[in-house]
């Protein structure tokens, strides 16, 4: 069963950089997969941040790619996520995923449970 | 971008009566060369990730009850619960990833019991 754990501080400071990382259990990274980060601001709807292939080419979202950065780490079967510049704007819930589809980036089939970052002076 | 708009936004259904949430995108998702519709839905409850229920449009994820199902092509897609069971109840929201440039999710809806 693939597992996905995601972690990192739950307050960053205003222009600050937020980074988070996802940890996979079940599944080794390196054998396939897009791996990606979802937020979902409190109360609201879900936005998709961008996506990583084990082989380290990625997919952003446009209207945050200038502050994006999703790297992956094979040897520690993880994937990181940092965003810089943040505002209170970016305080939402992170979410890690999968996408099926084993060289494809499809529907998200697992996810990790979520952490709240909150963008807090 | 491709735009998903979810109607209604809410919904109440009694228990055992169907449920039927629409969902429509700015341009169509059916990829021709494989007559794939490039659709999901999600089901969320409070305090939990997203839940996948239903892929290319209309096929079942593993273990997803039978009264789910999905349909539609091209721009109009809809999820129906057949009979509502009150764990049923949670935020429901379809997903376009036929761009892979830009992945987006409709606004949501919310079903209630009546």
């Known amino acids: 069963q693939v597992q996905l754990q995601e972690s990192g501080p739950g307050l960053v400071k205003p222009s600050e950089t937020l980074s988070l990382t996802c940890a996979v259990s079940g599944y080794s990274i390196s054998s396939g997969y897009y791996w990606g980060w979802i937020r979902q601001p409190p109360g609201k709807g879900l936005e998709w941040i961008g996506s990583i292939y084990h082989s380290g080419s990625t997919y952003y979202n446009p209207s945050l790619k200038s502050r994006v950065t999703i790297s992956v780490d094979t040897s520690k079967n993880q994937f990181s996520l940092k965003l810089s510049s943040v505002t209170a704007a970016d305080t939402a819930v992170y979410y890690c995923?999968?996408?099926?589809?084993?060289?494809?980036?499809?529907?998200?089939?697992?996810w990790g449970q979520g952490t709240l970052v909150t963008v807090s002076s | 971008d491709i735009v998903m708009t979810q109607s209604p936004d809410s919904l109440a259904v009694s228990l055992g009566e169907r449920a039927t949430i629409n969902c429509k995108s700015s341009q169509s998702v059916l990829y021709s060369s494989n007559n794939k519709n490039y659709l999901a839905w999600y089901q969320q409850k409070p305090g939990q990730p997203p839940k996948l229920l239903i892929y290319w449009a209309s096929t079942r994820e593993s273990g997803v009850p039978d009264r789910f199902s999905g349909s539609g092509s091209g721009t109009d897609f809809t999820l129906t619960i057949s009979s509502l069971q009150a764990e049923d109840v949670a935020v429901y929201y379809c997903q376009q990833y036929y761009s892979t440039l830009l992945y987006t999710f409709g606004q949501g809806t919310k079903l209630e019991i009546k």
């Open positions: 995923a999968r996408h099926r589809g084993v060289s494809e980036p499809y529907y998200f089939d697992y």
